[in-house]
């Protein structure tokens, strides 16, 4: 019998407010943190917080979902205590609402740079939310935005992260997955891990309020990017896009080159890359 099979389910600890909150010291996100046993899901929740008038850094962290959400009207799926599931509202002042993106790259390399301060292990991300450890999925960022006359008035951006899940033990899973630990081969303290991310998330927010955009990240990003270079196919709401992936512009958009239509800036959408007259994912 090989000792895979013998591993008692890892079943968790809840999650150590103090200590977390100790790790994180003074910060936008220390303000008003919001803690929750369950919850329908922490983006839809904060949501409403947000409609309520709830202040920017509000963050809200559950130990379980009942109706996490992901992109696309996928389900996300994590087990009770052993990973990272949390939202966190941002109301930036005067930024456009096509400049939403900017905040989803930058969490993305927030959370590959927090992973790697805590353990060895090393992040890639697959535009515009994926987070992966080579060719397996960790974790995804649902960003959420309310705004008129083109102004973001919040955002809500939710991140979910396998720390210290067990992929192996659910036979529900939509594509290859991993966790932290799983990579690392040690359980991984939830607590240091999301205050090293958000410490290096509001010092990521700041600059690109200052820049009035992700240019000072965009070297970062295409480096962790796992597919440029390589011939894409982009699902989007109008229609799939072809081509080689270039890189990320300032706004976070995804450049694209084809012969038919040059460069094109895609903002939304599912990437597939295709692998020797085939697709893979990534
Ligand atoms: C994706 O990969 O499609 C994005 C997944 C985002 C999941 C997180 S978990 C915390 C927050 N609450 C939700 O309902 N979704 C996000």
Redesign the pocket.
Request: glycine share 20%; net charge positive.
């Given at each position: 019998m090989d000792t895979e099979s013998k591993k008692a389910p890892y079943t968790g600890s809840p999650f150590r407010r103090e200590l977390f909150m100790k790790g994180l010291r003074e910060s936008l996100f220390s303000r008003n943190p919001v803690f929750l046993e369950s919850v329908g899901?922490?983006?839809?929740f904060l949501k409403k917080m947000g409609d309520s008038g709830a202040p920017e850094g509000t963050l809200v962290l559950t130990e379980e979902?009942t109706?996490?959400?992901?992109?696309?009207g996928?389900p996300?799926l994590?087990p009770k205590y052993v990973n990272l599931?949390?939202?966190l509202l941002l109301r930036p002042e005067r930024m456009d609402i096509k400049e939403a993106f900017s905040l989803t790259v930058i969490l993305a390399l927030a959370a590959i740079d927090g992973i790697e301060a805590v353990s060895s292990v090393r992040g890639g991300i697959k535009w515009p939310?994926?987070i992966y450890v080579g060719q397996r999925k960790v974790g995804?960022?649902?960003t959420e935005v309310c705004g008129g006359n083109r102004k973001i008035e919040y955002a809500v951006l939710?991140?979910?992260l396998n720390v210290n899940w067990r992929p192996e033990e659910t036979d529900s899973l939509l594509y290859p997955t991993t966790s932290i630990s799983a990579e690392y081969g040690e359980v991984v303290s939830r607590e240091k891990l999301l205050a090293q991310i958000l410490i290096r998330f509001e010092a990521y927010y700041k600059e690109v309020l200052r820049a009035g955009g992700t240019e000072s990240f965009q070297e970062r990003f295409n480096e962790r990017a796992l597919f440029l270079g390589r011939d894409v196919e982009i699902e989007t709401a109008d229609g799939n896009i072809s081509g080689k992936a270039i890189g990320m512009d300032k706004y976070g958009a995804l450049i694209i080159a084809n012969r038919k239509h040059g460069e094109q800036r895609v903002l939304y959408g599912d990437v597939r890359v295709k692998f020797r007259g085939k697709e893979d994912s990534p």
């Open positions: 899901s922490t983006n839809s979902q109706a996490g959400r992901g992109r696309m996928r996300w994590s599931l949390f939202s939310n994926d995804g960022i649902l939710g991140l979910g």
